[in-house]
């Protein structure tokens, strides 16, 4: 009776260790494949890391690679992307910083605008909708982070004389009319008589005493054109004819330059910025403060993140490749 306890306990252990051996091997197997990356010890989702690489694989030449790029190259930008986001979650907290309520609430409309328009995308790679919220969390995470560090506010004083001196060295504002060398109708050139005619016509704008914007638009008004009004520009922008910003940029305040191209012949207005009081300085006050110390910060993240130590899924990663391909 002994012998027979015995064998049954014998048999029912060795039944619970190869129930065990299954559920250790699937636990195993689930591990293996949770991860597409283990940053630092700190596990990156498969939906992470192949929202990642979809953002690369779509458009490359944001991430500085050809449209060619190779495998290896776009998972090296998606595994760095994925650092930049494990980065600014954890420093985030380091810094002891939060999110207020309005920018919580902009996040998650941003997410409900991107899941709007995107939402079969995103099912199609198997990224959900929870995965956007973690990732334009970490977005404003950062965008905190950058905040904290650069924007010393206003009681700064010469930080804020550097914001100011950088606007106004940067940015030009101006009121323009600008006519094509057409005919009436749109299409064909005009006649050199016919082109002669309208830069005299512009002439006369530059010759009128006109010292004011308002004055300007009802003068272009009289000739049978509408004026843009109040464009505030910055140096290098699109939207206007190589060498553009750097004419109106040395236009005298308060008067009228004919510039003329190939295509076509502006009449400017040039308006004094400063003149227009810090509401438009502030409106740009931002915005220039992202363009003198963006560099600065990433220059700051590279050298944060390039010492985390990265342990990659090789399996997952090139499933998810093939996926995205």
Not at 79 to 91: G, M
Not at 287 to 292: A, K, M, S
Request: negative net charge.
């Amino acid at each position: 009776m002994f012998t027979k306890g015995l064998l049954l306990m014998k048999k029912l252990f060795a039944a619970f260790l190869a129930v065990l051996m299954i559920f250790s091997l699937a636990s195993c197997k689930t591990n293996e494949t949770s991860y597409a990356l283990t940053i630092e010890g700190t596990g990156i989702s498969t939906e992470i890391y192949t929202y990642f690489l979809d953002r690369v694989m779509s458009r490359p030449q944001d991430y500085g690679l050809k449209e060619s790029a190779s495998e290896k190259e776009l998972t090296n930008v998606a595994v760095d992307q994925c650092k930049r986001y494990l980065y600014a979650n954890t420093r985030f907290a380091e810094m002891g910083l939060s999110l207020s309520v309005a920018k919580k609430t902009e996040v998650s409309q941003h997410v409900n605008n991107i899941w709007i328009r995107f939402e079969n995308h995103y099912k199609s790679i198997g990224v959900s909708k929870q995965t956007i919220t973690k990732i334009c969390t970490a977005d404003a995470y950062s965008d905190a982070i950058f905040t904290e560090l650069y924007d010393k506010g206003s009681e700064d004083v010469s930080a804020e004389e550097k914001i100011k001196t950088y606007f106004y060295e940067n940015y030009t504002a101006f009121n323009t009319v600008c006519v094509y060398f057409n005919s009436s109708d749109g299409v064909s050139p005009m006649t050199q008589l016919e082109i002669s005619e309208l830069i005299a016509r512009f002439d006369t704008l530059a010759n009128e005493s006109t010292s004011t914007s308002e004055g300007f638009s009802e003068a272009v008004k009289a000739l049978g054109y509408a004026s843009s009004g109040t464009v505030v520009l910055k140096k290098d922008s699109d939207g206007y004819p190589k060498g553009f910003f750097d004419k109106v940029y040395s236009q005298e305040d308060n008067s009228v330059q004919i510039i003329r191209y190939d295509d076509c012949v502006f009449a400017v207005f040039k308006e004094n910025l400063k003149d227009k009081g810090d509401s438009v300085y502030a409106n740009y006050r931002t915005v220039c403060i992202n363009e003198l110390y963006s560099e600065e910060n990433n220059s700051e993240i590279r050298k944060n993140i390039s010492g985390f130590k990265v342990e990659k899924n090789e399996k997952t990663i090139g499933e998810i490749y093939k996926k995205l391909k």
